[in-house]
């Protein structure tokens, strides 16, 4: 399939949103050779500049909460290969890292004043309930509990193993919704096929429900006017991502693909909420690209590996993409690498602004967990627990 942009057809319109390299990045019109190296010439230097301001900016380990003068939201320009140097026309990155760790540390600073305001007894506490023996999801519960430990949030967890029974976890469920010390509960995702994952997912309280998966967080989220205890977090993430970035959601045309109940749904329902007008595409739908191409925000959420095509956006859009897929790489350690559901190497040609996987939505989950912990804990001071 040929996956790469023709240029020559695309009409760059100006871009909507402040350019704060002060470059102008969007072509009108064909340029002629000498403004083209013209620019090429400032396009490097522009990067180089934005380099060593990154560089200054980000913490110096990401993923550690960093001194909070160092902690700054970043949009990073996506740094363009030397060959690409002459064309001075990507896409902003929105690094989802340096955002997630800007959170994080946001999340520590009011966990620290407000342990301090109660005299130590502000504690709030996450349990997590892995089930099996899956090697994503133990990456997974370990980058949370490391997360935990770094903005101060107590973690509990329970191991159980792939033949554990259904009523074993709901009583690990139970007993964490009765503790006090436990402000949100997460059941990791997928469970061994043989137990009920919306009777688990069903019995955590809602008030701990911290992962938002709760159908009556997902209800109230549907409902105007109502306000769920807690938002999804990869959606929630996803939507922070936009705001944080200075992209405009109300009034704009937002596409998602995908309308899984935790994921495309929600996310479509958060867009809607900030009158952003939605529509979603499914695997249903004849001809994703017929709304792609209108859309000034596209959500990508549908499992499939680099699905949304550069060639398949409208020309100064944003683009989430929330897609996590491992595709074989025999170059990496690992054997595999990373890609979203959108083909970045085109979308970065087009868009205006987009996500990188790894590094883009991924880590926002995680803040956006602690995010939800953290007001968990809050909810329940208030309530006198
Ligand atoms: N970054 C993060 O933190 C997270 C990332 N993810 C990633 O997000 C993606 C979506 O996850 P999730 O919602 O759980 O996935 P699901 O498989 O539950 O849902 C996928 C959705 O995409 C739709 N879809 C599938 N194929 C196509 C297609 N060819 N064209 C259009 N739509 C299609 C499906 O449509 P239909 O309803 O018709 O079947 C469904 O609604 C995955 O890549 C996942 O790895 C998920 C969670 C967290
Ligand atoms: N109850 C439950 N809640 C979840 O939120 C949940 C779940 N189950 N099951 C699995 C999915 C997936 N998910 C991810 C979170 C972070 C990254 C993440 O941080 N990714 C890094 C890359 C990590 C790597 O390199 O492997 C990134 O995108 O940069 C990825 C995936 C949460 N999920």
């Known amino acids: ?8 057809k695309i009409t760059f319109e100006p871009r909507l949103t402040e350019d704060k390299g002060r470059i102008r990045r969007r072509r009108r019109q064909p340029f002629t050779r000498s403004r083209q190296h013209t620019i ?38 996506a740094a363009p290969a030397p060959a690409m140097a002459t064309e001075g026309d990507r896409a902003q990155l929105i690094d989802g890292k340096a955002i997630a760790a800007t959170i994080r540390g946001e999340i520590k600073d009011e966990i620290d004043r407000l342990r301090s305001e109660t ?36 973690s509990f967890g329970t191991d159980l193993p792939d033949t554990a029974t259904e009523e074993e976890v709901l009583e690990v469920v139970k007993k964490y919704n009765a503790d006090p010390k ?13 137990m009920d994952e919306e009777k688990i997912l069903t019995a955590i309280s809602i008030q701990k ?12 989220l549907a409902m105007r006017g109502r306000k769920p205890d807690f938002v999804c977090c990869t959606p929630k993430g996803s939507v922070e991502l936009l705001e944080r970035s200075g992209v405009e959601i109300s009034g704009k045309s937002a596409v998602v693909v995908g309308r899984s109940n935790i994921v495309g749904t929600p996310a479509a329902m958060l867009l809607q909420e900030r009158n952003a007008t939605v529509t979603v595409v499914h695997s249903r739908t004849k001809d994703p690209e017929r709304y792609i191409r209108e859309a000034d925000i596209v959500v990508a959420a549908c499992g499939v590996a680099e699905f949304v095509k550069g060639e398949w956006l409208k020309p100064g859009c944003a683009v989430i993409d929330v897609g996590i897929n491992a595709v074989d790489d025999a170059t990496k350690k690992r054997g595999y690498r990373l890609v979203g559901d959108v083909h970045f190497d085109s979308a970065v040609k087009v868009a205006g602004q987009i996500t990188p996987v790894p590094g883009g939505v991924g880590p926002m989950t995680i803040a956006m967990l602690l995010q939800n912990t953290l007001e968990g804990a809050k909810a329940a001071r208030e309530r006198g627990e």
């Open 182 to 194: 436990v402000h949100g509960i997460l059941v990791q995702l997928p469970l061994p096929a043989h």
């Open 209 to 220: 429900d911290v992962d938002g998966f709760h159908p009556e967080n997902i209800g109230k």
């Open 119 to 154: 005299g130590g007894e502000f504690n709030p506490g996450l349990a997590v309930v892995l089930v099996g023996e899956r090697k994503d999801s133990q990456t997974y519960v370990r980058n949370k509990k490391k997360a935990c430990d770094d903005c101060g949030i107590v």
């Open 40 to 77: 090429s010439v400032r396009a490097v230097t522009v990067y180089q500049t934005r380099k060593r301001a990154i560089l200054e900016a980000r913490p110096k380990a990401l993923g550690k909460v960093s001194s909070s003068q160092e902690r700054k939201s970043v949009v990073r320009k």
């Open 1 to 8: 399939m040929n996956t790469t942009t023709s240029r020559a």
